[in-house]
């Protein structure tokens, strides 16, 4: 049963261009997303979250936008650069906005590949 | 900047026996996580404790698994029996509120 999905497993992009990364979801009860950055052998790492009254959060390089109605959430790196290579995995919660009861619910992960 | 940490980094033991695995949470954190990941498959979520409790469980989380937070800054999971499907990276993450924050995660290998 996967709730959330990230569908490609993996995206090559060159430096300079726009990372594209995309997650669905299936369960309308998530109302916080997060977006984690992993290396291998290594914890994953917080890059960006948003929440469900938002449809776009922005932070430097990456931007996270929420479509609702569609269960979509995109994670945007733009320019993209050999140091994002990385597997990026998106996350969901059903915790309460501004509490943190609620489990993370993660995806397979895409493993970004960016080229010089 | 603050971080979680977890020890130790690698952990082998025999099936059957017990294992404790540590974890330093980041200090004014008040939410506290264990995740594990098995090779190749999803990070999926064990257990959360909040206020010297258990707040949520995965049907992962059976009898054979424990956490306390045994002093203002320590969180242990406690694996009473091991079996060889517990193999897998572990772990722990702590929050304030939605944002998580994950340490660099104990593998753990029962052979």
């Known amino acids: 049963d996967q709730q959330v999905k990230q569908n490609s497993p993996s995206l090559s992009v060159q430096e300079g261009r726009i990372s594209i990364l995309n997650c669905d979801y299936t369960?309308?009860?998530?109302?916080?997303f997060l977006w984690y950055k992993k290396y291998p052998a290594e914890g994953p790492t917080f890059l960006i979250s948003?929440?469900?009254?938002?449809d776009k959060n922005e932070d430097g390089r990456f931007t996270v936008f929420l479509n609702k109605s569609a269960k979509h959430l995109s994670l945007h790196i733009v320019p993209s650069q050999p140091g994002d290579s990385a597997v990026y995995f998106c996350?969901?919660?059903?915790?309460?906005?501004?509490?943190?009861?609620?489990?993370?619910?993660f995806g397979k992960g895409t493993k970004l590949s960016v080229k010089p | 900047e603050p971080e979680v940490t977890q020890t130790p980094s690698h952990q082998v033991t025999q099936m059957g026996q017990e294992v404790i695995l540590r974890c330093v949470p980041i200090?004014?954190?008040?939410?506290f996580y264990w995740y594990r990941q098995i090779l190749g498959q999803k990070v999926e979520f064990l257990v959360s404790?909040?206020?010297?409790?258990?707040?949520?469980k995965s049907e992962i989380f059976d009898d054979q698994f424990s956490v306390e937070r045994p002093d203002g800054s320590n969180f242990t999971l406690k694996i009473r029996s091991t079996k060889l499907e517990d193999s897998a990276m572990y772990f722990c993450?702590?929050?304030?509120?939605?944002?998580?924050?994950f340490g660099p995660g104990t593998r753990l290998t029962v052979l």
């Open positions: 993450a702590s929050s304030v509120y939605n944002e998580q924050f």
């Open positions: 369960n309308s009860m998530f109302d916080y």
């Open positions: 948003i929440s469900s009254i938002k």
């Open positions: 996350a969901a919660s059903g915790g309460t906005y501004g509490g943190s009861q609620g489990n993370l619910i």
């Open positions: 200090s004014n954190h008040l939410y």
């Open positions: 404790f909040y206020n010297n409790e258990i707040s949520e």
